[in-house]
């Protein structure tokens, strides 16, 4: 049973480890993962490592070739787009349930939070981090909590993505405008209001994103060198 327990923790380390290198953007799309370099980087063996890889497959961010070669998973466009619909129905669906539950010490947090994201703009692995906080919170007033966990999924796959974005073009979205008169929305308590809200502003920021990874899914095809330039007049919400 020792082993059983020491097996578990070492795989949760190995999970954290990689799922942490996805998301921060420090392991790139189609990044080929050695589980032996990876034990030993963490000096532990290989079998918690395959667990854990087989553990991030299972969540959509390494995808597992038949050969048993493991890679940092690269989305389309396509599928980034599909995953920014699915979000963008979902929040619009937790802000309506929020609203409904909103109170005054919840929307001070809110706004607390926005302040707290604010202060990051010049770190962009931070500011998206503190604005998933802040969304999240949205979610979180809702009594739907089995919502607010699938929103928070799409969020996580799409985070490397918007992250390598950011990294070459060093931008976030205009400076507080667009969270302000989300948060205003619901302070109206007016449900159609804050959900119409809520849908532009999920909706109309990944379009900037969406083009990117088109131009960057046809670059890598023709000339995989060429350096892209950023589309879309959106930022990122």
């Given at each position: 049973?020792?082993?059983?327990?020491?097996?578990?923790?070492?795989?949760?380390?190995?999970?954290?480890?990689?799922?942490?290198?996805?998301?921060?953007?420090?392991?790139?799309?189609?990044?080929?993962?050695?589980?032996?370099?990876i034990?030993?980087?963490?000096?532990?063996?290989?079998?918690?490592?395959?667990?854990?890889?087989?553990?991030?497959?299972?969540?959509?961010?390494?995808t597992?070739?038949?050969?048993?070669a493991?890679?940092?998973?690269?989305?389309?466009?396509?599928?980034?787009?599909?995953?920014?619909?699915?979000?963008?129905?979902?929040?619009v669906?937790?802000?309506?349930?929020?609203?409904?539950?909103?109170?005054?010490?919840?929307?001070?947090?809110?706004?607390?939070?926005?302040?707290?994201?604010d202060?990051?703009?010049?770190?962009n692995?931070?500011?998206?981090?503190?604005?998933?906080?802040?969304?999240?919170?949205?979610c979180?007033?809702?009594?739907?909590?089995r919502?607010?966990?699938?929103?928070?999924?799409?969020?996580?796959?799409?985070?490397?993505?918007?992250l390598?974005?950011?990294?070459?073009?060093?931008?976030?979205?205009?400076?507080?405008?667009?969270?302000?008169?989300?948060?205003?929305?619901?302070?109206?308590?007016?449900?159609k209001?804050?959900?119409?809200?809520?849908?532009?502003?999920?909706?109309?920021?990944?379009?900037?994103?969406?083009?990117?990874?088109?131009?960057?899914?046809?670059?890598?095809?023709?000339?995989?060198?060429?350096?892209?330039?950023?589309?879309?007049?959106?930022?990122?919400?």
């Amino acid at each position: 049973m020792a082993f059983d327990g020491a097996l578990a923790t070492a795989q949760q380390e190995a999970y954290h480890f990689l799922r942490d290198q996805i998301l921060s953007g420090e392991l790139t799309g189609n990044s080929r993962l050695n589980p032996a370099e990876i034990a030993d980087q963490l000096g532990i063996s290989r079998m918690p490592v395959r667990e854990a890889l087989r553990q991030l497959d299972a969540e959509g961010l390494v995808t597992m070739r038949p050969n048993r070669a493991a890679f940092v998973s690269q989305l389309s466009a396509a599928e980034v787009e599909e995953l920014f619909e699915i979000r963008t129905a979902l929040e619009v669906m937790a802000v309506g349930h929020a609203v409904r539950h909103l109170t005054d010490d919840s929307l001070a947090e809110l706004i607390a939070l926005k302040e707290r994201m604010d202060r990051a703009r010049n770190d962009n692995f931070e500011w998206v981090k503190r604005h998933e906080d802040f969304h999240q919170a949205i979610c979180n007033i809702s009594p739907r909590k089995r919502l607010a966990r699938e929103v928070a999924r799409m969020r996580i796959a799409i985070r490397p993505h918007l992250l390598a974005y950011m990294k070459i073009f060093d931008r976030v979205e205009m400076p507080g405008l667009e969270h302000s008169s989300l948060i205003d929305a619901l302070a109206s308590r007016n449900v159609k209001r804050a959900e119409e809200e809520m849908r532009q502003h999920v909706a109309n920021p990944g379009m900037g994103l969406i083009e990117f990874l088109r131009k960057r899914d046809s670059e890598m095809t023709t000339s995989p060198g060429s350096r892209l330039s950023p589309l879309g007049s959106g930022g990122h919400r």
